[in-house]
């Protein structure tokens, strides 16, 4: 499977922190939130991957222009932005509509349990597969409910998207190119379809969205034990 990481996105809600780095290569550990993204990808035998840029995209560029653990195309959004969805429409070639994608948003750190693995295919007329965690008290995440075949229903539940998911490109074609597109949009419209499942992701997360919640963690040890094998892929990925 190929994976689309979603970086293009301004970081407004991280405030001074986004003023001049783009909120993917913010770091924790001396990790960049882009490259641990990568290293799950490379966890999950990623075989390539497509990252959209726009705010500060040039940083981003740079940053893996010597990353070599598999192919990384980086897909730029010069003129404006284009969205969750707009940007996966413009950016993929018509040839890569042809299988599904794995979608991860770097603003959430993922600590999957050491069995979980994404799909790597879609069951039958469905196009998007979602993880999910139950929601915490404290936030206001667009709620949704699973029922026992998967099926999810937005606007009620006690379950959110996590920045996860599996997605046939195909559900993207009838939307124009160039144009702005939000992934929760379309999310809705394939539920009112039937063409979306999810699943309880098996691990926990870590979300970094709001210059608060980096605040609170940015000094903590979050990777633990992990953080060696972490920095051991980053050298050999980067190695000169």
């Known amino acids: 499977m190929n ?8 970081g407004k809600r991280m405030g001074t922190l986004t003023e001049n780095c783009p909120k993917p290569l913010l770091k924790i550990q001396d990790v960049t939130l882009l490259d641990y993204s990568l290293y799950l990808l490379n966890q999950w ?5 497509w990252i959209n840029t726009h705010y500060l995209g040039e940083q981003i560029k740079n940053h893996v222009q010597n990353f070599k653990q598999y192919p990384v195309e980086i ?3 010069k003129d404006e932005i284009l969205g969750t969805a707009g940007g996966i429409r413009t950016g993929l070639s018509e040839e890569s509509f042809e299988e599904p994608i794995l979608l ?7 600590f999957p349990d050491p069995t979980f693995s994404p ?18 008290s404290d936030q206001n995440y667009t709620k949704i409910d699973i029922d026992k075949n998967g099926s999810l229903k937005f606007g009620t539940g006690a379950y959110y998207y996590i920045g996860l998911a599996v997605l046939d490109p195909k559900c993207l074609s009838h939307i124009e190119k160039n144009k702005y597109y939000d992934l929760s949009d379309i999310f809705k419209e394939c539920a009112e379809r039937g063409e979306i499942t999810g699943e309880i992701f098996s691990g926990t997360v870590l979300d970094l969205g709001t210059k608060e919640l980096w605040n609170s963690y940015s000094t903590k040890d979050i990777f633990g034990s992990q953080l060696s094998e972490i920095n051991s892929f980053l050298n050999s990925s980067y190695m000169a």
């Open 45 to 49: 035998k990623i075989l390539k991957v």
């Open 104 to 110: 991860i948003n770097p603003d959430t750190l993922f």
């Open 119 to 136: 799909k790597i295919s879609l069951t039958e007329k469905k196009k998007i597969h979602l993880y999910l965690l139950p929601t915490p």
């Open 75 to 77: 897909l730029e959004e």
């Open 3 to 10: 994976a689309f990481v979603l970086a293009a996105g301004f």
